[in-house]
């Protein structure tokens, strides 16, 4: 009797399927999967490869005995420890009373100047270490991230008041360059509502004399305002954000400023909408003015406004004396208008008065040559059913381009290869042979590219080759046996069709490393719906993706997609469910699931979970409400549930600009996942951080307030002064994986299970 009670104690029947207690060495297993245990047991890597002069390469190293840097010379096909590991970590720490040691060095940037001097930027604070003594010191000209620095490293500018300023880096003597900016009408702002910087946002001429950049215009903008947690009083965060539908959203009045004579010299033009051809900012992630190119003589520049719905690109040039403007022509598309898939790929040639334009007018995005005097297309470039996702490198002189593309070569569409095309069209040349996913980090004078090469499941080699032959050297092999020891396992790759049968759909699925093909396991389907990004996001290898085979360890199917309406693909592809955000890629997802159920008995298609963060906390929600019967369980962070509460630049490119029809309704309705709330059936856990700048906590609470209202039972987190990458925290990671093993799973979890790898 004992001995069936027992068994009734650990085991509990869902729909018929049993399932084991998931234990607390069920959560240690799972644990051990994710990156901060498993990135260590992977060597051979190339990590934050740059290219110094004279064609070197530094890169770090997960290596036997630790992390190390090493040099390359790519004209001599040598490789070299880069400096002298355990001397220059001693010196450090002497003078930054660090614990670094030769085994956690933790740099993010270490280059070598031409006078064999280590340049080390260590918390923030940059290190000169002379390689002939390592007598590291800290220099003390050394540049703020609230700099941006000219091109020949002499001075950089600043935001001081609302106005630009001019360092020397040589004396660090100061010059106001602007004297009229004001609280929101100031120079540079960087400033997108979802996102902030006090560094400025400006582009340098070639020769460093000039700067292009803005005066932010947020003077009539709403407000946002955040409030945080503390005893007494609080503080409170209040700044500009604007919103889909808002009369006034942020204009940017253009400008070029003339460093050496401290003039203002603004464009002749009306102030144009803050807008760009390929992100919701303005800025890049460096810190410069997107859609900007300077002549190679720095006397004018080409540049492009887009509208504030993102449908039209307008290529226009200023005279950077004068200012005057001329326009050139414009792309008009009837959903939104990028130049590039993974950066701004378009580019003045002066020397030829010729745009090499990037359009995606075919339904693939091809580069074409227009006219720079007359706007007309003299020569389509690139042409077929794949598509260029980002230029590289262009050499006027030879006529050739150097850029990434994918779907040309057949396989894996979402894999990335490097071709050379002449100016002509003439010469397609693939430079990476390999039919796998190629990273690229291409030198500065575009005479050698690092290749790193791998898939999903291929460990990858790196290798230094020619952008002339194609040809090279091997510099790192991975090696993954350590990990394979520890029980890793690789995701599966798969291919499905999508909600109406018509195109291929590419995922990866997790199984438990103790999978047993008797056994019939749950799902949980992580998404990111885009449109952005996908799901899957890199094609290369990895040791961990998240957290995906951590949970698959707890006794689970995990599923990821990249469904329509990602990018990557055909412009028809990406742009899918534009104007519907409501949409979300989720009926392939469903359709997915269903379809490798069919294929595989032990995936149980009646127990479904789904999660995600941010897009995909609104898409997580969205899935549970529109799909009811379907998802069971949803666990829902920090959600942009309706993009009216969210910046404007986001919502009006992808769903279009807000329009109030006469009975009350929006166009907008069709995605707000507080009008569809009362839907609710499975369970559902909604979280947030009460500090989020980028996603406000308001968006989670319009739910809340009508599932409240819909008197449905629901679990929320808010998590006190957390902003929005709070996914892998570990009272959150813990949260979410309880939360699948109770209602999924229909188990008990270990309570308060501690994570011992993090731990801070």
């Known amino acids: 009797?004992?001995?069936?009670?027992?068994?009734?104690?650990?085991?509990?029947?869902?729909?018929?399927?049993?399932?084991?207690?998931?234990?607390?060495?069920?959560?240690?297993?799972?644990?051990?999967?994710?990156?901060?245990?498993?990135?260590?047991?992977?060597?051979?890597t190339v990590d934050y490869p740059?290219?110094?002069?004279?064609?070197?390469?530094?890169?770090?190293?997960?290596?036997?005995?630790?992390?190390?840097?090493?040099?390359?010379?790519?004209?001599?096909?040598?490789?070299?420890?880069?400096?002298?590991?355990?001397?220059?970590?001693?010196?450090?720490?002497?003078?930054?009373?660090?614990?670094?040691?030769?085994?956690?060095l933790p740099f993010y940037q270490v280059t070598i100047s031409d006078d064999n001097v280590l340049n080390v930027n260590y918390k923030g604070t940059n290190y000169q270490c002379p390689l002939s003594n390592y007598l590291c010191k800290k220099d003390e000209t050394s540049i703020k991230r609230s700099e941006f620095v000219s091109p020949d490293g002499n001075k950089s500018v600043f935001i001081r008041e609302h106005n630009l300023w001019l360092r020397n880096l040589a004396d660090n003597t100061e010059t106001q360059l602007t004297t009229d900016g004001i609280e929101d009408f100031g120079y540079a702002t960087n400033n997108a509502g979802w996102v902030r910087s006090s560094k400025p946002v400006v582009t340098w001429s070639p020769d460093s004399s000039k700067l292009t950049t803005f005066k932010h215009d947020g003077r009539k903008v709403g407000d946002m305002g955040i409030v945080s947690t503390a005893v007494g009083h609080p503080k409170i965060d209040v700044w500009k954000y604007p919103l889909p539908g808002d009369e006034h959203v942020f204009k940017i009045h253009r400008v070029v400023i003339d460093v050496d004579k401290a003039k203002v010299i603004p464009l002749d033009m009306a102030p144009d909408e803050h807008r760009s051809t390929i992100t919701d900012h303005v800025a890049a992630r460096d810190g410069s003015l997107l859609d900007i190119d300077w002549s190679t003589d720095s006397s004018h520049f080409a540049f492009v406004s887009s509208s504030r719905d993102h449908k039209k690109a307008t290529l226009r040039f200023a005279d950077a004396k004068s200012g005057k403007v001329t326009t050139v022509f414009t792309e008009t598309e009837e959903t939104f208008f990028e130049s590039g898939v993974q950066g701004v790929s378009w580019q003045y040639l002066?020397?030829?008065?010729?745009?090499?334009?990037?359009?995606?007018?075919?339904?693939w995005g091809h580069f074409y040559l227009i006219d720079a005097k007359t706007g007309k297309v003299k020569k389509q470039i690139t042409q077929g059913d794949w598509t260029v996702i980002s230029l590289l490198h262009v050499d006027q002189e030879s006529g050739t381009i150097l850029f990434t593309g994918a779907g040309r070569e057949g396989g894996d569409p979402y894999f990335h290869y490097l071709y050379r095309v002449n100016l002509d069209g003439s010469n397609l040349t693939l430079l990476t042979p390999e039919k796998q996913h190629h990273r690229i980090t291409l030198s500065e004078d575009g005479k050698y590219f690092v290749d790193r090469v791998s898939t999903y499941i291929t460990p990858e080699k790196s290798y230094v080759r020619s952008t002339n032959t194609g040809k090279g050297f091997a510099i790192e092999t991975m090696n993954i046996e350590q990990l394979k020891a520890k029980n890793w396992v690789a995701p599966e790759p798969f291919i499905v069709k999508d909600r109406n049968g018509e195109h291929d759909i590419y995922g990866l699925m997790y199984k438990p490393s103790n999978f047993d093909p008797k056994q019939s396991y749950p799902v949980v389907n992580y998404l990111y719906p885009g449109p952005q990004v996908g799901s899957i996001r890199g094609r290369n290898f990895r040791a961990s993706r998240g957290d995906n085979q951590a949970i698959a360890e707890l006794g689970f199917i995990v599923i990821e997609i990249d469904a329509l309406g990602t990018p990557g693909?055909?412009?028809?592809?990406?742009?899918?469910?534009?104007?519907?955000?409501?949409?979300?890629?989720?009926p392939d997802q469903v359709a997915a699931i269903k379809q490798l159920a069919s294929k595989h008995s032990w995936i149980d298609d009646s127990k479904v979970g789904i999660w995600g963060h941010s897009g995909g906390g609104f898409a997580s929600t969205r899935a549970l409400l529109m799909y009811p019967d379907f998802y069971s369980v949803a666990v829902s962070q920090a959600g942009n549930h309706d993009n009216r509460n969210y910046a404007?630049?986001?919502?009006?490119?992808?769903?279009?600009?807000?329009?109030?029809?006469?009975?009350?309704?929006?166009?907008?309705?069709?995605?707000?996942?507080?009008?569809?709330?009362?839907?609710?059936?499975?369970?559902?856990?909604?979280?947030?951080?009460?500090?989020?700048?980028?996603?406000?906590?308001?968006?989670?609470?319009?739910?809340?307030?009508?599932?409240?209202?819909?008197?449905?039972?629901?679990?929320?987190?808010?998590?006190?002064?957390?902003?929005?990458?709070?996914?892998?925290?570990?009272?959150?990671l813990r949260k979410r994986w309880d939360y699948f093993v109770e209602h999924l799973k229909g188990v008990t979890p270990p309570k308060e299970f501690t994570f011992e790898t993090l731990k801070k």
């Open 350 to 363: 002066d020397k030829t008065d010729e745009i090499l334009w990037f359009s995606q007018r075919s339904n």
């Open 648 to 732: 404007d630049e986001w919502g009006e490119k992808w769903h279009g600009m807000l329009v109030n029809n006469e009975d009350g309704t929006t166009n907008y309705d069709s995605q707000a996942n507080q009008l569809i709330a009362d839907r609710l059936k499975g369970k559902l856990l909604i979280a947030h951080g009460t500090t989020d700048t980028n996603v406000p906590p308001y968006n989670t609470l319009v739910v809340v307030e009508a599932l409240i209202d819909a008197n449905k039972d629901f679990d929320m987190i808010m998590l006190p002064n957390r902003g929005h990458g709070f996914a892998r925290e570990p009272f959150m």
């Open 50 to 104: 740059k290219w110094s002069n004279n064609n070197t390469l530094i890169y770090r190293s997960q290596t036997p005995e630790g992390l190390r840097f090493f040099k390359v010379d790519a004209n001599k096909q040598t490789k070299a420890p880069a400096f002298d590991h355990q001397k220059l970590a001693e010196s450090l720490a002497r003078i930054s009373e660090s614990e670094v040691n030769q085994n956690k």
């Open 1 to 44: 009797m004992n001995k069936y009670l027992s068994l009734a104690a650990t085991m509990i029947s869902v729909s018929g399927v049993a399932h084991a207690d998931v234990t607390k060495a069920d959560y240690q297993r799972a644990e051990q999967q994710l990156s901060t245990t498993t990135t260590k047991l992977v060597t051979g």
């Open 569 to 586: 693909r055909s412009k028809a592809f990406h742009e899918f469910y534009y104007g519907n955000m409501g949409d979300s890629g989720i």
